[in-house]
């Protein structure tokens, strides 16, 4: 619903630039939208596919997961394993899910330090 909240937001964006025009012309509007628009849903997108594609029973997948696909897949659990007992890296991924900030918060370095360090911690013990 926020995604396409965003993309309403944005069509609308484009129709008052057209209306401000000396004399509207609507030639143009559809690709300047769909660019526009593009640029909004792709955060989403790989957020929702990515995840998707750790599991091969889901249908749709025709490639295996690129290696930064799979980083990005192993990146997700660890901080999603941080959210037990760090409650600011839980507010940031709630953030990002409710499309609130960026995905690029995730990598911040406080959470990417957190990350490190939760995992030399558990391969030490």
Partial sequence: MTVAALGAMVLDECLKEIAHQQVPNLAGLAKS?????????????????????????????????????????????????????DPQTTLALFEVFHMLKSARVIFQPRIVLQV??????????
């Fill in 33 to 85: 939208f769909q660019k526009k628009l593009a640029r909004i849903n792709t955060e989403p997108w790989i957020a929702a596919t990515s995840q998707d594609a750790k599991y091969p029973s889901v249908k749709g997948i025709t490639k295996a997961p690129s290696v930064p696909e799979k980083f990005i897949g192993w990146y997700m659990n660890q901080v999603i394993r941080l959210t037990i007992h």
């Fill in 116 to 125: 490190l360090k939760q995992i030399l911690s558990t391969t030490t013990t």
